[in-house]
């Protein structure tokens, strides 16, 4: 008998072939026909009736952190619901395995202040069990609904061999043979390559261990990939157009030497730089023209932060003493708020020889006071006499921190320049960041925004293309054979879909995080039924499932 047949639908198969009409047919969790018509006669458990919709392969989404929520929340809500059936986690340098216990504490702040997620995230929320990575990955087994392709974090790689010394200096040959020997026994378990980071800095605003690594442990570490041709993630200097285009070098080096895929990201377009991409791509087509593999990943949202005061945001990373007061406890902190004196200081650190640009164009996105939602600080501030960040500091604190602002539009929001550069063969659609600053922005929904944006609105990719992107090209990029394809005999994961309605929800705040703790999300539009490895996971009438069909999607 047959578990599942999809009847009636237009098939885009993930290869970039036109869509065609036909029927799927899925036993032992596998593709067992596509195309064609499966006989009415042919017994299966259920049936969908997709007349209209697309059904594709599902959707793989190569940058997530949902490392931690996987362990509370193996459907990795609300990202399912979208069609995505194959995450990467672990990325920037960051894994929760290997890992030794006496470690996890250190981690998990780096995880906080790098990922912007909160102690609730992991404290409690799940049973800590492993240290190595095949332990590891032994307590996802059986518990998600999706797929995982996990990353070793070069982080939590030096810190077991290095222990305290893993930020303080570069390794030594003995150092580096252990470290080869630990990421090895990672590939083996199941791991999909290795994540690196230049950029990030730990819960003491200090580099992270991977930043101390030279040339000799890097290349050591990508000669231990190149036994397996797996994959090397690496966050580039991004605000720095002549230091990621040295990265986009040093990647093609190590993918030229030992025949590795290498990918960097985030790639931003930015009007403040608008040169910043196509430099960065003339390098990346210099340098595959060579035979390297180096793929930018590129997202499709543009940037929005949402914050309170109550949280300290990146958004601050750049105003030292906002950042600081913001990481105060409390009570502390809104008494410092509300001191004259503190006060001044913040707006002149803002507002240097009183150019209020800075904070004017952010809007109230959350208060009690529903007549200020919307509006912008530049208004409010002139109505009462103040500047933009007077009147962000007085809104908080009348509110006991609780009103959320927004920062709309911070970068990489022009469709006639994000289009193309989606569109681009040598870009790899990604970068969703899945799971992490969680409090600032909803991180779901971006392979709908694909769609309705850049398919249905721009025209800059056609519905196949646009598949192939997020479907068997980042299966052939990240070495994962059996799926991003409709094909017989593949795994069974399928997206059904309305093309004219696929769309990402508005952002909204809820509290289901661990602990009531608040996160952003978004709903799916148009997606009407997500099957991963031949099993319905979430549908759009009924919901999520009990099902958790998940694999290590390495095949491990
Ligand atoms: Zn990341």
Redesign the pocket.
Known sequence: MLDLVIRNARIVDGTGAPARPGDLAIEGGRLRQVGGQVPASADARRTIDAAGRIAAPGFIDP???FDAQLLWDGQARPALEHGVTTIVHG??SLSLAPLKAEHRAKLVKMFQQ??EMPDAAFEGAFEWRWEGFADYLEALRGRVALNVAPLAGHTPLRMWVMGDDANKRAAKPDEIRAMQDLLRACLDAGAVGLSTSYVDMDENLAPVPSRYAHWEELDALCAVLGERGRMLQV?PEFYSTDVTVARVDQLAELSLRHGIPTTF?PLFDSAAVPDNVPRVMARVAEQVARGARVWPQVQTRPIDISFSLDMASLYFVQLPMWYMILRMPRAQKIALLGNEGTRKGLIDAAEPNGDTSRFARLRVRDSADASLIGRTLAEIAAERGTTPAGAMIDLSLAEDLGVHFLAAAMGHEDPTRIGPLLANELVHIG?S?GG?HIQSFATYGDTGYLFSEFVRKGGYLSLEEAVRKITSEPARIWGLPERGELREGLAADVVVFDPERIARGEERPVRDMPGGGMRYVRAAHGVEGVVVNGEVVWSAADGYTDARPGVIATGA
């Open positions: 940058h997530t952190h990325n920037c790098i990922e966050v990201s970068a960041d992490a």
